[in-house]
């Protein structure tokens, strides 16, 4: 049952191979064997996952089963699960148990799905690293020393430990494509709207969206089809029919117009051997018949410092509800109000979190709004456009992931910045709202490297359909961590 995917154990489960009880005793199994050493998961909810297996097998007994009745999942800890605590990587939620489940949760339990548990993330999804999590850090299978990327780090190293088959994630500025790339697992973010925010927690309401952690893009389209749609609690929610994206995977690449950023490759700070990766990478999808030509995103470069405007000013007016009063963590014996607010918020939220919000409160107060969230909103635009332009000339681009391979825990912690600069290729995306995803395409000194490919708006399907016939031609997505077995 290891190495097979979720289409894959759905076969075996259709065909009576094993039972979803038996499939999920395997992996509760695994995640006690392997994750006090990860940390990936920060609940496990072994009973609750016993239980959905026995009501899938119902299901799959009496011929009402879909492609993913029985198949079980981890969540990321960003996704209020009723009953069930969702901490969101912060002591703020530690003892926050949701009275609703999100919509993406939800869906995924409709189709039958298995909860096997929440992933660790760091707090609040504000991180690259996962070193930011109220929980510790994730450590990355790959080599323990290092970090699995972040804000999703949990759900990215879950998947490659092979201590779930599939999980879920949210990308504000890169937090599934960067820590799928450091982690050597396939990650998709899908267009700004695609999927419903309701019971997501929110960090930047403008950018925040939900996506998917899988080995292969086939899985990936079997989860985001069930979990995708209009939704009426999430006013930015898109009502527009979602395809078949399992139909469109083996659609022919010939013709296929990829454009490579040249500001994306000439970057100072991109490692010699993840550029290699991504050069041998983009050399494959001609051998399949896709054609290359150079493009230009002039306005990239800003797309960090625009978002560290945007997100953290977001993030301000989205974090002052927790102010100790009505949910969340309250510190001890309070002298009045404000000792209330300001302690409980003094001790429930960590450092990172307190920069954003510290920076943007400054960002939007009267006086420096013009001069700060109104110029990034312009920027913003600039950079939507530049990537309408690439659009009229190609079909998708693609570039690495990120600019390194996965770093060591502690490398970067004492530099934000540098931190930061981490999502230099994935943040822009976010800005424009645009569908990316992550694909093993490499290694750099035996770690994984990640293969970035952005689509046009809503072209899910294509991008899919991209990553799955690489997937058919080579084995990237295949190696496993040494230390897994
Ligand atoms: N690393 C970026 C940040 O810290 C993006 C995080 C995310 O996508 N949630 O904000």
Known sequence: MLEKTVAELSAGLAAGEFSSEELTRFYL???????????????????????????ADARLAAGEAGPLTGIPLAHKDIFCTQGIRTACGSKMLDNFIAPYESTVSQRLMDAGMVLLGKTNMDEFAMGSSNETSYYGPVRNPWDVERVPGGSSGGSAAAVAARIAPVATG????????????????????????????????????????AGIFSRTAEDAALLLAAMSGFDPKDSTSVDQAVPDYRAELDGPLEGLRIGIVREHLESEGLDGEVAGAVRAAIAEFEKLGATTREISLPNNHLSVPAYYVVAPAECSSNLSRFDGVRFGYRCEDPKDLEDLYKRSRGEGFGAEVKRRILVGTYALSAGYYDAYYKKAQQIRALIREDFRAAFQEVDVIMGPTAPSSAFRIGEKTDDP???????????????????????????????????????????EGRLLNVAHRFQQATDWHKAAPGAIA
């Open 417 to 459: 910045v540098s931190m930061y600069l981490s999502d230099i290729y994935t943040i822009a995306v976010n800005l424009a709202g645009l569908p990316g995803l992550s694909i093993p395409c490499g290694h750099s000194a035996g770690l994984p490297v990640g293969l970035q490919v952005v689509g046009d708006y809503f072209a």
């Open 29 to 55: 199994d695994r995640v006690e064997r392997l994750n006090p050493e990860l940390n990936a998961y920060v609940t496990v909810t072994a009973e609750r996952a016993l239980a959905d297996a026995r009501a």
């Open 170 to 209: 949210t990308d504000t500025g890169g937090s599934i494509r960067q820590p799928a790339s450091f982690c050597g697992v396939t990650g998709i973010k899908p267009t700004y709207g695609r999927v419903s925010r309701w019971g997501m927690i929110a960090f930047a309401s403008s950018l925040d969206q």
